[in-house]
């Protein structure tokens, strides 16, 4: 009877906490898309340059401009965590 009543508890509590953690999924799933969207935006905005690149020092400056939009995106993470 105890283990019965036991294994009820621990499904119940189950329950609950999995209740309470439906609106931070949400939100953590909200984030996550925002940050693929963000990402997309970026490698849509590298395809372009490089697609126009005429030269080396052209390419070369498309990595560039990826590599610090990358960086700032990093960077706006970092401070949302905080």
């Known amino acids: 009877m105890k283990k019965i009543l036991l294994l009820a508890v621990i ?3 189950t329950v609950v906490f999995a209740e309470d ?3 931070n999924f949400e939100a953590r799933k909200a984030k ?10 970026n490698l849509d905005t590298l395809k372009s340059c490089v697609t126009a690149a005429e030269d ?13 939009a990358n960086k700032s995106m990093r ?6 965590k905080k």
Do not use: F, I, T, Y
Request: net charge positive; aromatic share 0%.
């Open 11 to 13: 499904c119940a509590s």
């Open 32 to 41: 996550a898309l925002e940050m693929v969207a963000k990402r997309q935006a």
């Open 21 to 23: 953690e439906k609106p």
């Open 75 to 80: 960077k706006g993470k970092r401070k949302e």
């Open 56 to 68: 080396k020092d052209a390419l070369k400056a498309c990595r560039e401009a990826n590599k610090e």
